[in-house]
């Protein structure tokens, strides 16, 4: 894979868990919520939209984790051996 195709890879997974968690929740409410913007969540949830890390620490934080639980579950949706690095 290359780096493009790692990278959207990483965006699925947080597209995907911040719609988990998010569940029945409307962007709307979750982002009226949390002080986050609405089109930022949908292009995150559409794929659309590669976050700045204080953004991640914001939904990290909206959802009463820390960062690095949150960048946790990401990584656990990635596959085995997962690098954005060529070796």
Avoid: H, Y
């Avoid at 914001?58 to 990401?74: G, T």
């Amino acid at each position: 894979m290359n780096i493009e195709e790692n990278k959207k890879l990483i965006l699925q997974a947080l597209a995907k868990l911040t719609k988990e968690l998010r569940g029945d929740k409307s962007q709307f409410m979750f982002c009226s919520e949390n002080d986050i913007s609405t089109s930022i969540i949908s292009t995150i949830e559409r794929v659309m939209k590669d976050p700045q890390l204080t953004t991640v620490f914001k939904i990290a934080e909206a959802f009463d984790m820390k960062p690095s639980e949150f960048i946790k579950l990401i990584e656990d949706e990635l596959p085995e051996n997962f690098s954005l690095i060529e070796k």
